[in-house]
């Protein structure tokens, strides 16, 4: 499937003649750092909410862990790894006391190949033998941190505790219930245990009504349940500082922030949301969004969530999302058979799971979309979504729809890189 949807304003007119289109949202411009190496070293020195230079506390005999993030997210590192590594080394940290931590959260381990497209070959080749994938499920594998305000008992990776210093890399986007990814997303989920991860992300529905927290919502940290739990949970354990970066939307680094685990972070995404959040003034009936690199659709269902946000109540979505690796695991799937969104809700309420939010939000949404993907019709059907071959033929049904529901002139978008756009209606 192409990386760009192929329908423009003349050719929505062709495939849907009655159709208006309001606009075509992207994320806003963000030029690429002239020289992302150099701003590391003065962001290391000049650190964000932090006296003194990142790595002023930094010791000869110091066991060194670094965060990354898994294959579902990119972020650019594998630029700065080697002069991070070099930085490190001057300060004396022995090149066998540093440590890589992939940083699944509850994902599946990353594979040979992606560590070495994270790290970069040749960082992947000096430390292949100290990468460890985080495994959420192994209670051998965890340690005990402490228990947030909000009751999250909190579990990290052990081996990655056991080490003298921490650094958390990753990149900043919004993400639809945690605010914002990046900062302490590295560690709480990332490194955390699974029943760690399912109670903070539980908090994402409403306390006392069988529906999601209105409070839990994209590109907002506070205020939002699920955003201040995690900073709370990673204040249990906090890194000697964060590296984050923000991307440009074709993947070059655009913003680099070093500091402070909430300090740098928030500065990371006041970058983040003046690129990746769009304002819009009104809702339209039609909103046509791809997600072409998901690898399933667990992770194609952040570009629903973003084409929702820029739909009406009775619109409808075509959503083109591949998915090659189908659904996202058994325990989403698990969910989606439920079928109905009380039903998960109910689930939910006895037992917290994270694939179960996930399920739920696609379980509301997926009635309004028309899927064109590699899934199988069966594991459409669990989306609750209607499978369509091509763009033209989900156009046809949507055109019967707007018919049928006496709309003879649909307002449309169109959302091209709808996993990192996201709609702000109202602004």
């Given at each position: 499937?192409?990386?760009?949807?192929?329908?423009?304003?003349?050719?929505?007119?062709?495939?849907?003649?009655?159709?208006?289109?309001?606009?075509?949202?992207?994320?806003?411009?963000?030029?690429?750092?002239?020289?992302?190496?150099?701003?590391?070293?003065?962001?290391?020195?000049?650190?964000?909410?932090?006296?003194?230079?990142?790595?002023?506390?930094?010791?000869?005999?110091?066991?060194?862990?670094?965060?990354?993030?898994?294959?579902?997210?990119?972020?650019?590192?594998?630029?700065?790894?080697?002069?991070?590594?070099?930085?490190?080394?001057?300060?004396?940290?022995?090149?066998?006391?540093?440590?890589?931590?992939?940083?699944?959260?509850?994902?599946?381990?990353?594979?040979?190949?992606?560590q070495c497209r994270i790290l970069g070959s040749s960082v992947y080749e000096r430390f292949r033998e100290r990468c460890r994938n985080h495994d959420a499920r192994n209670p051998?594998?965890?340690?005990?941190?402490?228990?947030?305000?909000?009751?999250?008992?909190?579990?990290?990776?052990?081996?990655?505790?056991?080490?003298?210093?921490?650094?958390?890399?990753?990149?900043?986007?919004?993400?639809?219930?945690?605010?914002?990814?990046?900062?302490?997303?590295?560690?709480?989920?990332?490194?955390?245990?699974?029943?760690?991860?399912?109670?903070?992300?539980?908090?994402?529905?409403?306390?006392?009504?069988?529906?999601?927290?209105?409070?839990?919502?994209?590109?907002?940290?506070?205020?939002?349940?699920?955003?201040?739990?995690?900073?709370?949970?990673?204040?249990?354990?906090?890194?000697?500082?964060?590296?984050?970066?923000?991307?440009?939307?074709?993947?070059?680094?655009?913003?680099?922030?070093?500091?402070?685990?909430?300090?740098?972070?928030?500065?990371?995404?006041?970058?983040?949301?003046?690129?990746?959040?769009?304002?819009?003034?009104?809702?339209?009936?039609?909103?046509?969004?791809?997600?072409?690199?998901?690898?399933?659709?667990?992770?194609?269902?952040?570009?629903?969530?973003?084409?929702?946000?820029?739909?009406?109540?009775?619109?409808?979505?075509?959503?083109?999302?591949?998915?090659?690796?189908?659904?996202?695991?058994?325990?989403?799937?698990?969910?989606?058979?439920?079928?109905?969104?009380?039903?998960?809700?109910?689930?939910?309420?006895?037992?917290?799971?994270?694939?179960?939010?996930?399920?739920?939000?696609?379980?509301?949404?997926?009635?309004?979309?028309?899927?064109?993907?590699?899934?199988?019709?069966?594991?459409?059907?669990?989306?609750?979504?209607?499978?369509?071959?091509?763009?033209?033929?989900?156009?046809?049904?949507?055109?019967?729809?707007?018919?049928?529901?006496?709309?003879?002139?649909?307002?449309?978008?169109?959302?091209?890189?709808?996993?990192?756009?996201?709609?702000?209606?109202?602004?």
């Amino acid at each position: 499937m192409s990386t760009t949807l192929p329908i423009n304003r003349e050719t929505l007119h062709d495939l849907a003649p009655r159709a208006r289109l309001l606009d075509t949202l992207v994320p806003n411009p963000l030029e690429p750092l002239p020289n992302p190496v150099a701003a590391l070293r003065e962001s290391l020195e000049h650190p964000v909410g932090m006296d003194g230079p990142a790595m002023g506390r930094f010791r000869s005999h110091d066991r060194v862990a670094i965060a990354v993030p898994d294959a579902s997210r990119k972020a650019g590192l594998h630029l700065l790894f080697p002069e991070l590594l070099r930085l490190l080394e001057k300060q004396g940290v022995a090149e066998r006391d540093i440590w890589f931590f992939f940083a699944l959260g509850v994902h599946r381990p990353a594979t040979a190949e992606e560590q070495c497209r994270i790290l970069g070959s040749s960082v992947y080749e000096r430390f292949r033998e100290r990468c460890r994938n985080h495994d959420a499920r192994n209670p051998k594998d965890l340690a005990y941190a402490g228990r947030t305000a909000r009751g999250t008992e909190v579990y990290l990776n052990r081996e990655a505790c056991e080490c003298d210093r921490l650094i958390l890399t990753g990149s900043v986007v919004p993400h639809y219930f945690a605010g914002f990814g990046g900062g302490r997303k590295a560690l709480v989920p990332g490194l955390a245990g699974a029943e760690t991860i399912a109670h903070n992300h539980a908090l994402n529905l409403h306390p006392t009504e069988p529906r999601l927290d209105p409070r839990v919502r994209i590109a907002a940290l506070d205020g939002n349940p699920v955003a201040e739990d995690l900073l709370e949970a990673a204040r249990l354990h906090p890194p000697d500082f964060i590296v984050n970066t923000v991307l440009t939307a074709t993947g070059d680094i655009g913003g680099l922030y070093v500091g402070e685990l909430d300090a740098a972070h928030r500065a990371a995404c006041t970058l983040a949301a003046q690129v990746f959040c769009v304002p819009i003034r009104e809702r339209a009936d039609l909103v046509i969004a791809s997600i072409d690199d998901a690898p399933n659709f667990i992770q194609s269902h952040k570009a629903l969530v973003n084409a929702c946000a820029a739909l009406k109540p009775d619109g409808r979505v075509i959503l083109r999302a591949p998915a090659p690796e189908g659904l996202g695991g058994a325990g989403y799937r698990r969910y989606l058979e439920m079928g109905e969104p009380e039903k998960v809700i109910a689930a939910l309420r006895e037992q917290a799971d994270i694939n179960g939010q996930t399920a739920l939000s696609t379980l509301e949404k997926g009635p309004r979309t028309l899927l064109i993907s590699e899934l199988s019709e069966s594991d459409t059907g669990l989306l609750r979504m209607e499978k369509a071959d091509t763009l033209e033929s989900a156009l046809t049904r949507a055109r019967e729809h707007f018919r049928q529901a006496g709309i003879a002139h649909p307002t449309c978008y169109l959302m091209p890189q709808a996993g990192i756009t996201v709609p702000l209606p109202g602004v």
